[in-house]
Antibody
Framework: QVQLQESGPGLVKPSQTLSLTCTVS??????????WSWIRQPAGKGLEWIGR???????NYNPSLKSRVTISVDTSKNQFSLKLTSVTAADTAVYYC??????????????????WGQGTLVTVSS | QSVLTQPPSVSGAPGQRVTISCTGS?????????VHWYQQLPGTAPKLLIY???NRPSGVPDRFSGSKSATSASLAIAGLQAEDEADYYC???????????FGGGTKLTVL
């Protein structure tokens, strides 16, 4: 059973960089044709996909965040990470990491998130 | 403003059947991209409920079913139980955004 766990600071100052790491257990991050995604959810609001990475290093980002986001992977540690620069109060949210599977066996039809971490609250405040 | 539109809330009595709609456009659901559904119980992470329009992951009761047509999709929950009270989100892919998109979520209340 694949498990994901987010870690990182729970408080970040405005204009600084938010950094989170997701540790994958129960399987190798490199096995299978999976991407690895970050998703966030402001309190009382809906889900927003931030971006994803393949173990080759290939990335896709939400256009609304692309200029501020970097997702990287460390296969030796079975981890992938998120960096979000120039944060503001609007970036306060619960951040989830998730395994990202191609739908119908082909990414042509899109993708979905079959395993999720428990989430970590990041508050942007001075 | 979410790219996929869901009703903010639905409700039903125990044992009843409810449906939750998810309306998209020609750049996402209408383009043929698959729709997926998630259940989020209070204070927990979302859980995959339906993938690729109508498939249930192992362990999801067959009371939950999904369907898709044209530019919309639906999640049906039969035989409502108190434990089904949660937020439900649809998700797909949008070609104009080149990424995953979610609906705004629907809160299900079991009366």
């Amino acid at each position: 059973q694949v498990q994901l766990q987010e870690s990182g600071p729970g408080l970040v100052k405005p204009s600084q960089t938010l950094s989170l790491t997701c540790t994958v257990s129960g399987g190798s991050i490199s096995s299978g044709s999976y991407y690895w995604s970050w998703i966030r959810q402001p309190a009382g609001k809906g889900l927003e996909w931030i971006g994803r990475i393949y173990t080759s290093g290939s990335t896709n980002y939400n256009p609304s965040l692309k200029s501020r986001v970097t997702i990287s992977v460390d296969t030796s540690k079975n981890q992938f990470s998120l960096k979000l620069t120039s944060v503001t109060a609007a970036d306060t949210a619960v951040y989830y990491c998730a395994r990202d599977a191609c739908s119908g066996g082909s990414c042509y039809w899109g993708h979905y998130f079959d395993y999720w971490g428990q989430g970590t609250l990041v508050t942007v405040s001075s | 403003q979410s790219v996929l539109t869901q009703p903010p809330s639905v409700s039903g009595a125990p044992g009843q059947r409810v449906t939750i709609s998810c309306t998209g456009s020609s750049s996402n659901i209408g383009a043929g991209y698959h729709v997926h559904w998630y259940q989020q119980l209070p204070g927990t992470a979302p859980k995959l409920l339906i993938y690729a329009n109508s498939n249930r992951p192992s362990g999801v009761p067959d009371r939950f079913s999904g369907s898709k047509s044209a530019t919309s999709a639906s999640l049906a929950i039969a035989g409502l139980q108190a434990e089904d009270e949660a937020d439900y989100y649809c998700q797909s892919y949008d070609s104009s955004l080149s990424g995953g998109i979610f609906g705004g979520g629907t809160k299900l209340t079991v009366l």
